[in-house]
Nanobody
């Protein structure tokens, strides 16, 4: 069992930065690959970034590549998403999720646990 709690969302101007953090409970955190997803009003939840359980490999949606960075600290049971050069179209509720697999999936169906989400709003 893994419980996930996101933090760090807020309101920022376009071009600014935010750092999201996801704290996980459970001793098996390092056995899960992790993903960040987002969902804007009226849209489906979409993959943003993922990281393998070792933290060696990372994956990004084309829309955020070069601007967002995912990282994890297995000793602290945390996974972070550093978001730079934010755009109004990045506005969404951001969720972290745990996938009981070595490589994170881009599909929401593959994830076993989800956080409650944190709102990110980017003003123009």
């Amino acid at each position: 069992q893994v419980q996930l709690v996101e933090s760090g969302g807020g309101l920022v101007q376009a071009g600014g930065s935010l750092r999201l953090s996801c704290a996980a409970s459970g001793r098996t955190f390092s056995s899960y690959s992790m993903g960040w997803f987002r969902q804007a009003p009226g849209k489906e939840r979409e993959f943003v970034a993922g990281i393998t359980w070792t933290g060696v490999s990372t994956y990004y949606a084309d829309s955020v590549k070069g601007r967002f960075t995912i990282s994890r600290d297995n000793a602290k049971n945390t996974v972070d998403l550093q978001m730079n050069s934010l755009k109004p179209e990045d506005t969404a509720v951001y969720y972290c999720a745990a996938d009981n697999a070595p490589v994170p999936s881009g599909s929401t169906d593959e994830y076993d646990y989800w956080g409650q989400g944190t709102q990110v709003t980017v003003s123009s």
